[in-house]
């Protein structure tokens, strides 16, 4: 049986990035409207077809919006969100096509470029502080065309073969990747090379991490790019890449965010976390419908984490461990 799965699991992720490479030479030679309302339309199509992710999405928002919103105005939200993540991969293919910066920026706007080239100059890295809104694997592109040489930081896909062709977009633009569980120190070290390292804070994930308030609830956070910063004194910038109105987009590069260095290293870097997460969240309260509300950002909690750490803790007495 365990076989029969594995099996039908390759075909679906063939089929999958099969679809993909179909659609984005298909967005290549389309009208950009025409294209951006496949996307949007694509996206609709998946909101109604996906039951469990329609939930998660109507759910979270519930979480975030349900005291000032209507349940109806709720799920025009939701179904507004699945339609920009089609319009975002519209954009990104579209960019995959674009060679020279002239082409890539002629209808991108680009705000805040000046805070990017004086933190280079400074010879220590950037560390890109971006967060899953709008096209965000889009900023990755910008970047080199921008002249940043740039890596990302992420986690590797299920799907093999999508975590291939997504490699390989990148790649194309100069773009490096290292997986999420790459050493420290090579991290560190792309950073000393005056590179910048893309990477994301926004999620809820496994790793070491701390809370931050995200519309008033505890949020667990990633705590490594307070960790590195403090370690490589690379600037911090928060950096979006998101839908206008008209349906085309802008880049918007923060200006840096300085670090709190008191000497209390623990203390320092979950304060620090706070400071990006709180620019995060401001654009996300701003730019509701772009980000990624399918994902539970509160699903860990602090009460059920303290509980883990005391079995951990008992454990290790148990058998002797430190």
Known sequence: MGSFKKK??????????????????LIRVLPRKVAMALGGSLGTLIFRLMKGERRKTVTNLT???????????????AREVWRNLG?????????????????FFRDLEVHGNEHLQAAHAQGKG??????????????????????IPTTAVGKKLANERLNALVFEFRGKKGVST???GSSYKAILQVLRENNLIAILIDQDTDVRGVFVDFYGKPAY?????????????????????LKKPDDT???????????????NRREDMEENTRRFHRVIEKYIKEYPTQ?????????????VLEKKKKRKAVGRRATGGN
């Not at 039908?8 to 679809?19: G, P």
């Not at 979480?63 to 939200?77: E, F, L, P, V």
């Not at 950037?126 to 002249?147: F, V």
């Not at 980000?291 to 009460?303: F, I």
């Open 8 to 25: 039908r699991r390759k075909i679906r992720y063939a089929l999958l990035v099969a679809v993909i490479k179909v659609l984005v030479a």
């Open 63 to 77: 979480t975030a919006y349900g005291r000032d919103k209507s349940a109806a105005a709720i799920a025009a939200m």
């Open 87 to 103: 319009k975002s991969g519209v954009e990104f293919a579209i960019r995959m096509g674009q060679e020279t910066p002239e082409d």
């Open 126 to 147: 950037i560390l890109g502080l971006m967060s899953h809104m709008g096209c965000w694997e889009g900023m990755a592109l910008a970047l080199p065309m921008l002249g």
């Open 178 to 180: 290292l997986a999420r």
């Open 221 to 241: 956070t990633p705590i490594g790019a307070a960790m590195l910063a403090m370690d490589s004194s690379a600037p911090v910038l928060p950096m979006f890449y």
């Open 249 to 263: 987009f802008m880049f918007i590069i923060e200006k840096e965010i300085p670090l709190v260095r008191t000497g």
């Open 291 to 303: 980000w990624v509300w399918m994902h539970n950002r509160w699903k860990t909690r602090p009460e």
